[in-house]
């Protein structure tokens, strides 16, 4: 199992980026994927979720401004920054959950990307 992100960067405040998460090495579609962050010194936070079928969820720091979503020809999940704040500086990291009938329940992580919001 990979998950391979991109896609951070420097931004100013105020300004938009866009996360990939490139998985290969289980069923993409059947899973639930996530996107984490940590800042420096704080505990990971859960930022969003986007279930196999669709439905997302997001932490109410970044409800209106952040937006999840799969690809799922392309084992892809994507997140959408928009009007980021200096307090949205954090290595973002994706992660797959699923379950397969034959070995269970499986939980892994990608390698993080950076994103700092400074002027």
């Known amino acids: 199992v990979q998950l391979q992100a991109s896609g951070g960067g420097l931004v100013q405040p105020g300004g938009s980026l866009t996360l990939s998460c490139a998985a290969s090495?289980?069923?993409?579609?059947?899973?639930?994927m996530y996107w984490v962050r940590q800042a420096p010194g704080k505990q990971r936070e859960l930022v969003a979720t986007?279930?196999?079928?669709?439905?997302?969820n997001y932490a109410d720091s970044v409800k209106g401004r952040f937006t999840i979503s799969r690809d799922n020809a392309k084992n892809t999940v994507y997140l959408q920054m928009n009007s980021l704040k200096p307090e949205d500086t954090a290595v973002y990291y994706c992660?797959?959950?699923?379950?397969?009938?034959?070995?269970?329940?499986?939980?892994?992580w990608g390698q993080g990307t950076q994103v700092t919001v400074s002027s």
């Open positions: 992660n797959a959950a699923f379950y397969d009938v034959t070995t269970g329940y499986h939980n892994y």
């Open positions: 090495g289980f069923t993409f579609a059947n899973s639930v």
């Open positions: 986007v279930i196999s079928g669709g439905s997302t």
